[in-house]
């Protein structure tokens, strides 16, 4: 690659992308994938046909073609789904805590042994890009599993002075934008406390955890330990509201998250709550900034934005606004944006049509508000759910799109002078998920990670996950924590 | 001629002052045999929100206090408690617990406060890890506080209910107000006197007088409050508490089967309760192949 002088203004000293940058097509290879017309319910062990006997599509957003048709569940495969589950509970619970471990390292190896075509089905269903699904998604999914396997039997060690035991039947309901790695965050500290689950994958990117389910099942797990039903919002608030669910595990958006606790509220449920965020990624003119604008890109594109920890509120200091600004603008022209089987694509297809309208709707809003809009000038497929890489510059504390969550790929650009004003401006939201800092000075770092009131802050670097490392929120982002050891408070009781 | 004995006014405490309730109602408190003792604040919300402005004001400076100089403080509340036993113990027989009992009381919510004062430094090593990501970077999880909390302290216990649900909450860095009890509301307002001689910053506890069945949900509904801990049993009252919480992701905790006098009702994981956990994560910058294995 070669880099020039551009003639166009708005990239003045950048890259020249008047030259051909075209990448040959490296599309992944589908072929190996199976998969059947029809999915069932996975209850017990088994895979059975929904009481309702109706089905939904599930729609590959890159090409809006329809890949399979999955059961929709009503509150009666809820309900045996939940007495599969209950019945498990009563041997998975005395289960040699030795032999629980054993059965989740099985997981995790049968989960790596078939890496490849979970990560394909995973873009296929989902979206993103087959780099991230390959070498992100896929691979922390197992490691959960093999994280919390070794959990199992040291419990006793996490917990000091106490004795901890299962909780019973949780209940499980995940989103859409890391169907496989959320679904492994929920069930591997579950199983590895001895609880058994009832979880159910969003409407839309329901085929990875359906594949899990055969995992599952030819891990030899017992019956009705796991069980697996697909669904949309009626599906989950039956399980919500099932008066045999001791623990209610959520990730999803915080409107949702709200409805849940409220809908609690008459119970004993246990209750953790991952939910939304506006992550103030920060960013200061000590910074070294070739590598902040990598971690600006990464913080607000990665995974098409559909990141409930995504840096989407960037703050640059106000001397080195101007360069920032101008690299970050040349970086985001050199995005692959396009079919997500590709192995170069840097940001795939938009989770669904609904997801890409809400997104659209936001950039109108953003635009209304006065802020000024900046996109890549890349070209989209004519067929699929795609959004260009957007910013909006001069954009202020009060415009919806620095409040509210968009969960796509908008990044919306303030400044500041002083760290008082930027932290003060950081933590002046409802939500309270993550936070990103850059800066090269170690003094500077802990005084700001200190003050961020957030769950995961990021220092020189963006969303890093692994399954040692505790995720989860402050304020309306939820409570609860999923990974590491303090993961393993929410599934027991002392 | 007889010498007529000074009365006290027991009035409400909120960010360090000792105002009357702003709505001037008033409750009788009765004794046994009927008569009344003292009139007492009858809190209104206004009186409620009056408080978590003052509680949210000192969050901050409590929050950034040294462990070691909160430690201090809650050690000297537990020495101001202890020079003043005997006022404590007649509270509590003029309410109506035997002299033994009462001795009892006070002991153990000396011995509470000392409990906890030691922990302000420590609860930070037991609840933190350092989580060895398989990726090149540092990674750590602490402890931090919630932030405002309110708590609707035990009704059967004047003292001892109300030391077991603040201590915890300030020791772990967090700032609150103190729904007291009701039928026995005398200690909590001579506690607010010890605390206000304690080198505890105006604010960090805020303790009100009145009636839970009135005060409850707007306790919950707060959107500036972050946690509630409920100590009673009454089940409409959390239920409503649980579903206001809702509107803001309040964190919930009811404690309605403690006992009070056991060493159950005492633990480090009464302060977890009210942390969040924050997870930070740093580069490690592998230079060429250089390892420290020697």
């Given at each position: 690659?070669?880099?020039?002088?551009?003639?166009?203004?708005?990239?003045?000293?950048?890259?020249?992308?008047?030259?051909?940058?075209?990448?040959?097509?490296?599309?992944?290879?589908?072929?190996?994938?199976?998969?059947?017309?029809?999915?069932?319910?996975?209850?017990?062990?088994?895979?059975?046909?929904?009481?309702?006997?109706?089905?939904?599509?599930?729609?590959?957003?890159?090409?809006?073609?329809?890949?399979?048709?999955?059961?929709?569940?009503?509150?009666?495969?809820?309900?045996?789904?939940?007495?599969?589950?209950?019945?498990?509970?009563?041997?998975?619970?005395?289960?040699?805590?030795?032999?629980?471990?054993?059965?989740?390292?099985?997981?995790?190896?049968?989960?790596?042994?078939?890496?490849?075509?979970?990560?394909?089905?995973?873009?296929?269903?989902?979206?993103?890009?087959?780099?991230?699904?390959?070498?992100?998604?896929?691979?922390?999914?197992?490691?959960?599993?093999?994280?919390?396997?070794?959990?199992?039997?040291?419990?006793?060690?996490?917990?000091?002075?106490?004795?901890?035991?299962?909780?019973?039947?949780?209940?499980?309901?995940?989103?859409?934008?890391?169907?496989?790695?959320?679904?492994?965050?929920?069930?591997?500290?579950?199983?590895?406390?001895?609880?058994?689950?009832?979880?159910?994958?969003?409407?839309?990117?329901?085929?990875?955890?359906?594949?899990?389910?055969?995992?599952?099942?030819?891990?030899?797990?017992?019956?009705?330990?796991?069980?697996?039903?697909?669904?949309?919002?009626?599906?989950?608030?039956?399980?919500?509201?099932?008066?045999?669910?001791?623990?209610?595990?959520?990730t999803g958006s915080t409107d949702v998250g709200k409805l849940i606790q409220k809908s609690i509220a008459?119970?004993?449920?246990?209750?953790?709550?991952?939910?939304?965020?506006?992550?103030?990624?920060?960013?200061?003119?000590?910074?070294?900034?070739?590598?902040?604008?990598?971690?600006?890109?990464?913080?607000?594109?990665?995974?098409?934005?559909?990141?409930?920890?995504?840096?989407?509120?960037?703050?640059?200091?106000?001397?080195?606004?101007?360069?920032?600004?101008?690299?970050?603008?040349?970086?985001?022209?050199?995005?692959?944006?396009?079919?997500?089987?590709?192995?170069?694509?840097?940001?795939?297809?938009?989770?669904?049509?609904?997801?890409?309208?809400?997104?659209?709707?936001?950039?109108?809003?953003?635009?209304?508000?006065?802020?000024?809009?900046?996109?890549?000038?890349?070209?989209?497929?004519?067929?699929?759910?795609?959004?260009?890489?957007t910013l909006f510059l001069n954009a202020s504390q009060s415009h919806r799109i620095v409040q509210e969550?968009?969960?796509?790929?908008?990044?919306?650009?303030?400044?500041?002078?002083?760290?008082?004003?930027?932290?003060?401006?950081?933590?002046?939201?409802?939500?309270?998920?993550?936070?990103?800092?850059?800066?090269?000075?170690?003094?500077?770092?802990?005084?700001?990670?200190?003050?961020?009131?957030?769950?995961?802050?990021?220092?020189?670097?963006?969303?890093?996950?692994?399954?040692?490392?505790?995720?989860?929120?402050?304020?309306?982002?939820?409570?609860?924590?999923?990974?590491?050891?303090?993961?393993?408070?929410?599934?027991?009781?002392? | 001629?007889?010498?007529?004995?000074?009365?006290?006014?027991?009035?409400?405490?909120?960010?360090?002052?000792?105002?009357?309730?702003?709505?001037?109602?008033?409750?009788?408190?009765?004794?046994?045999?009927?008569?009344?003792?003292?009139?007492?604040?009858?809190?209104?919300?206004?009186?409620?929100?009056?408080?978590?402005?003052?509680?949210?004001?000192?969050?901050?400076?409590?929050?950034?206090?040294?462990?070691?100089?909160?430690?201090?403080?809650?050690?000297?509340?537990?020495?101001?408690?202890?020079?003043?036993?005997?006022?404590?113990?007649?509270?509590?027989?003029?309410?109506?617990?035997?002299?033994?009992?009462?001795?009892?009381?006070?002991?153990?919510?000396?011995?509470?406060?000392?409990?906890?004062?030691?922990?302000?430094?420590?609860?930070?090593?037991?609840?933190?890890?350092?989580?060895?990501?398989?990726?090149?970077?540092?990674?750590?999880?602490?402890?931090?506080?919630?932030?405002?909390?309110?708590?609707?302290?035990?009704?059967?216990?004047?003292?001892?209910?109300?030391?077991?649900?603040?201590?915890?909450?300030?020791?772990?860095?967090?700032?609150?107000?103190?729904?007291?009890?009701?039928?026995?509301?005398?200690?909590?307002?001579?506690?607010?006197?010890?605390?206000?001689?304690?080198?505890?910053?105006?604010?960090?506890?805020?303790?009100?007088?009145?009636?839970?069945?009135?005060?409850?949900?707007?306790?919950?509904?707060?959107?500036?409050?972050?946690?509630?801990?409920?100590?009673?049993?009454?089940?409409?009252?959390?239920?409503?508490?649980?579903?206001?919480?809702?509107?803001?992701?309040?964190?919930?905790?009811?404690?309605?089967?403690?006992?009070?006098?056991?060493?159950?009702?005492?633990?480090?994981?009464?302060?977890?309760?009210?942390?969040?956990?924050?997870?930070?994560?740093?580069?490690?910058?592998?230079?060429?192949?250089?390892?420290?294995?020697?």
């Open positions: 690659m070669t880099t020039k002088t551009s003639k166009k203004p708005e990239t003045k000293l950048g890259l020249d992308f008047t030259t051909d940058w075209a990448y040959a097509p490296a599309p992944e290879d589908t072929k190996h994938i199976k998969l059947e017309k029809q999915y069932d319910l996975f209850i017990d062990g088994k895979f059975v046909k929904p009481n309702s006997k109706k089905y939904f599509d599930t729609v590959n957003p890159a090409t809006e073609q329809k890949i399979a048709e999955v059961a929709d569940a009503d509150e009666k495969d809820v309900d045996k789904a939940v007495k599969a589950a209950r019945k498990a509970f009563a041997k998975w619970s005395k289960t040699s805590p030795k032999e629980r471990g054993k059965y989740i390292y099985r997981i995790a190896r049968l989960m790596q042994e078939r890496a490849r075509e979970f990560a394909v089905v995973e873009t296929m269903d989902g979206g993103k890009s087959i780099r991230e699904s390959r070498d992100i998604d896929v691979p922390l999914a197992a490691n959960h599993f093999f994280y919390n396997a070794g959990w199992a039997d040291k419990l006793e060690y996490a917990f000091p002075n106490r004795n901890p035991q299962p909780l019973g039947v949780a209940g499980q309901i995940i989103p859409w934008n890391f169907p496989l790695l959320m679904a492994a965050w929920k069930i591997a500290p579950a199983l590895a406390t001895g609880n058994t689950v009832v979880l159910k994958p969003a409407e839309t990117t329901p085929l990875t955890a359906l594949k899990l389910a055969e995992v599952l099942r030819d891990s030899g797990l017992p019956d009705g330990v796991v069980n697996i039903v697909t669904g949309a919002g009626r599906t989950g608030a039956a399980i919500v509201n099932h008066p045999d669910v001791n623990k209610v595990a959520f008459g119970t004993d449920k246990k209750l953790t709550l991952e939910l939304g965020g506006k992550a103030a990624n920060i960013i200061f003119e000590d910074a070294p900034l070739d590598q902040a604008v990598e971690g600006i890109i990464n913080g607000i594109f990665f995974n098409q934005g559909h990141v409930c920890c995504a840096g989407s509120r960037l703050f640059v200091q106000e001397s080195v606004a101007d360069i920032v600004i101008r690299k970050l603008k040349d970086r985001m022209e050199s995005l692959i944006v396009g079919d997500p089987m590709d192995k170069n694509t840097d940001i795939g297809a938009i989770n669904s049509k609904e997801q890409l309208l809400k997104i659209q709707e936001y950039i109108k809003i953003g635009k209304n508000e006065g802020a000024e809009l900046y996109q890549s000038s890349c070209s989209i497929p004519g067929k699929g759910y795609f959004c260009r890489p969550e968009i969960f796509g790929p908008v990044l919306a650009v303030q400044t500041f002078r002083t760290i008082e004003e930027v932290i003060e401006k950081a933590n002046n939201i409802p939500y309270g998920l993550s936070a990103g800092v850059w800066t090269d000075k170690g003094s500077k770092i802990f005084n700001l990670t200190t003050k961020m009131r957030a769950g995961v802050v990021w220092a020189n670097t963006y969303n890093k996950f692994d399954p040692t490392s505790p995720f989860g929120g402050y304020k309306e982002s939820g409570f609860g924590r999923e990974g590491g050891l303090h993961g393993l408070l929410p599934y027991v009781k002392f | 001629m007889e010498r007529l004995e000074v009365l006290k006014t027991y009035k409400i405490y909120i960010g360090g002052q000792f105002p009357r309730t702003e709505s001037g109602r008033f409750y009788p408190l009765k004794n046994k045999k009927g008569d009344v003792i003292a009139n007492i604040c009858l809190s209104s919300r206004k009186d409620f929100r009056n408080a978590v402005v003052a509680a949210r004001g000192a969050f901050g400076g409590w929050n950034s206090r040294a462990a070691f100089n909160r430690s201090q403080i809650l050690y000297r509340i537990a020495e101001m408690l202890e020079g003043r036993k005997d006022q404590f113990i007649a509270e509590l027989v003029t309410q109506g617990l035997n002299t033994k009992a009462a001795q009892e009381e006070v002991s153990l919510s000396v011995d509470r406060l000392v409990y906890y004062a030691g922990w302000c430094d420590k609860y930070q090593a037991i609840l933190s890890s350092v989580n060895p990501v398989a990726s090149s970077h540092f990674n750590f999880s602490v402890p931090e506080p919630t932030g405002v909390v309110a708590i609707i302290a035990p009704e059967e216990s004047s003292l001892l209910g109300l030391v077991t649900a603040i201590a915890p909450v300030i020791a772990g860095g967090n700032t609150c107000i103190v729904l007291a009890s009701e039928s026995k509301p005398l200690c909590a307002v001579t506690f607010a006197e010890v605390l206000n001689t304690s080198d505890l910053p105006g604010g960090v506890v805020n303790i009100l007088t009145g009636n839970s069945a009135e005060l409850h949900s707007h306790f919950s509904s707060h959107m500036d409050v972050n946690a509630l801990i409920y100590y009673r049993n009454n089940k409409a009252e959390i239920k409503t508490i649980k579903e206001n919480a809702s509107l803001n992701v309040k964190r919930i905790f009811v404690y309605d089967q403690l006992a009070l006098a056991s060493d159950k009702a005492q633990s480090p994981y009464m302060i977890y309760d009210l942390q969040e956990i924050k997870t930070t994560w740093h580069p490690i910058e592998n230079i060429g192949s250089a390892k420290a294995g020697y």
